[in-house]
C-alpha cells in the first residue's frame, strides 16, 4: 500500500509554494495557516507572509499589530498570535531556530499534535505521524471503522498508521497521505475509481465509502449585530478587542450583537453606552454585510452615528484615525467591509457630506 501510495504522491502531488523547502520556520508557518483553510486559500497569505517575515527573527520583531494585518481575512486569528508568540519565544531561547524534539515544540504556543507531528517530519525527516482530518478519515475508510472523529478514535487510528508507517521518508508519506484525503478521499464523493489504495480500502469493498465517518450535523447559528459608524468630520471611532479570547486584539467599529426583542437601533445605544460609556443619536443605515466565521452567520448592520456628548476618550483602545490610516488597523472580515466601503466613497455621502 506504502508503495501505491509513493507512486501516486509523486505523479499527482500539486506543487505548493511550501513544498518547495524543507526550512523548518517555512514549514511551521504553511501547516499552521493550513488549519481549517484550504490551500488554494492559503497560497497568497503564505507568499505575502513570507515577504515581510522573510524569517523567524523577522516575524519575531514585528508589531502585533502588523501580524494581524498580515493576517487580515484568513480567519481563526488566535493562529497569528500563537505564531508570533512562539516565534518571539524560540529567538529568545533557541537562537531563533525551530526546535526538533517533540518536547521542546508541543510546549511552544499553537503547537498542539498535529502542527509538531507535521514540522517534525516534514522538515527535520522524523518518523512521526500526522492525524488531520484528511488522514483521518483516509484511515477510518481503509480500516472500514464507523463513526465520528473522537479523541478515542484517535488512539486507534494513530496505531493504524504507526503500523505501516515507514521507516524512513515520513514527512513524504504524511503528506501523500492527506493529499490523497485533499483530492481524492474527499469527504463527499470520493474518487474510489481513480484511488490508487482501493484494493486495501474496507469501505470501498463494504460500499461504506460515504457514511464513514459518519457525517457530522453542523450547528450553524444566526447572529445579528449593529455597528455604529461615528465621524468627527475627519476621523472615525475604532476600538480594540481585548487582548484574549475571539479575535483577540483585532480592531472593530463599536457595536455587538442585537439581542433578542431589541430593535436594531435600540442595540446599538445599549452597546455604544455600554462600550464606550456614551450616548449616541443613532441615524441612517449605511450598509448590511453579511460574513461567517467558526459556526456563526453573521448580518451586520452598520448605522450612521453622532456622538451626543463628549468626543474625547480615556480609554487606551478607543481611537479616532484618519480614513487614509484605517487600512493600517487589523479587522475582522465584517468590519474590514466598512472600511473598504468608507473608502470607496471617499468617507462622504452621494450629497457630498462626510458620512458619519
Ligand atoms: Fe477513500 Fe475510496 Fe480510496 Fe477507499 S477507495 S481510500 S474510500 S477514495
Redesign the pocket.
Known amino acids: 500500500m506504502r508503495k501505491e501510495l509513493s507512486r501516486w504522491y509523486k505523479v499527482h502531488k500539486r506543487e505548493l509554494p511550501w513544498r518547495q523547502t524543507k526550512d523548518p520556520y517555512k514549514i511551521w508557518v504553511s501547516e499552521v495557516m493550513l488549519q481549517q483553510t484550504t490551500a488554494s486559500a492559503v497560497i497568497p497569505y503564505y507568499k505575502k507572509w513570507l515577504n515581510l517575515f522573510p524569517s523567524m527573527e523577522a516575524l519575531a520583531r514585528a508589531s502585533r499589530q502588523r501580524v494581524l494585518k498580515t493576517w487580515e481575512g484568513l480567519g481563526y486569528y488566535q493562529r497569528a498570535g500563537n505564531l508570533h508568540q512562539a516565534a518571539r519565544m524560540m529567538c529568545r531561547q533557541n537562537a531563533c531556530q525551530v526546535p526538533n524534539s517533540y518536547e521542546a515544540l508541543i510546549a511552544l504556543p499553537g503547537f498542539g499534535p498535529y502542527i509538531t507531528a507535521a514540522v517534525l517530519s516534514i522538515a527535520y525527516g522524523q518518523p512521526v505521524p500526522v492525524l488531520d482530518a484528511n488522514v483521518r ?2 484511515v477510518m ?2 480500516a472500514g471503522l464507523r463513526g465520528q472523529f473522537s479523541p478515542r478514535l484517535d488512539k486507534i487510528l494513530l496505531e493504524r498508521v504507526r503500523a505501516i508507517f515507514p521507516a524512513r521518508n515520513g514527512g513524504d508519506f504524511n503528506q501523500a497521505m492527506m493529499e ?2 485533499a483530492l ?3 469527504p463527499r464523493n ?15 469493498k463494504c460500499g ?2 460515504e457514511i ?1 465517518p459518519t457525517p457530522k450535523k453542523r450547528n450553524i447559528q444566526e447572529i445579528e449585530t449593529v455597528v455604529a459608524i461615528i465621524g468627527d468630520g475627519r476621523r472615525y471611532l475604532i476600538q480594540k478587542r481585548p487582548p484574549h479570547g475571539l479575535m483577540a486584539g483585532l480592531w472593530e467599529f463599536p457595536g455587538g450583537k442585537r439581542e433578542k426583542g431589541e430593535s436594531l437601533r435600540g442595540a446599538l445605544q445599549r452597546e455604544c453606552h455600554e462600550e464606550l460609556d456614551a450616548e449616541v443619536k443613532v441615524g441612517r443605515l449605511l450598509l448590511k454585510v453579511r460574513h461567517a466565521y467558526t459556526r456563526f452567520r453573521v448580518t451586520l448592520f452598520a448605522f450612521e452615528c453622532e456622538l451626543t456628548g463628549p468626543r474625547r476618550f480615556k480609554k487606551k483602545n478607543i481611537r479616532w484615525v484618519f480614513l487614509k490610516a484605517l487600512k493600517r488597523y487589523p479587522f475582522p472580515s465584517g468590519s474590514a467591509k466598512i472600511v473598504r466601503f468608507l473608502e470607496d466613497a471617499g468617507g462622504r455621502s452621494e450629497r457630498g457630506r462626510p458620512i458619519g
Open positions: 478519515r483516509v475508510r481503509l490523497l484525503g481524492v478521499c474527499r470520493p474518487s474510489c475509481l481513480l484511488c490508487p489504495v482501493q484494493r486495501f480500502c474496507l469501505a470501498f461504506e465509502q464513514i
